[in-house]
């Protein structure tokens, strides 16, 4: 809850911390905000693993490979729709549903 609570208030996520987001809350932001709140959660919990585990190769690799696809994704939404960007995210979830359950 920490996490979703500090980006709504805009403070620093408190240090030792090992929430995640909730999903839903921030159903509001656009898509761009949603994937740099998530990639900012991820930057936390693994400099926190790294900083008690002898070996955090194994997350490090995980989250490389995250970040990696975080920028793909970003770079395919700026360059290819820039509308879709600035989307919320509330509009992607319910766009998803409604695909998913006529299927």
């Not at 690799?61 to 509308?83: F, G, K, M, N, W």
């Amino acid at each position: 809850m920490a996490p979703t609570l500090a980006l709504l208030l805009a403070l620093e996520v408190p240090a030792g911390n090992i929430g995640r987001l909730m999903p839903g809350a921030l159903d509001h932001l656009e898509l761009m905000q949603y994937l740099d709140a998530l990639s900012a959660n991820a930057r936390q919990l693994q400099a926190l693993v790294i900083q008690h585990t002898y070996d955090g190769k194994d997350l490090k690799r995980v989250y490389d490979e995250a970040e990696v696809s975080r920028r793909h994704c970003a770079h395919i939404l700026q360059t290819h729709s820039p509308t879709l960007s600035h989307m919320r995210v509330s509009i992607v979830r319910q766009q998803h549903t409604e695909r998913t359950s006529s299927g």
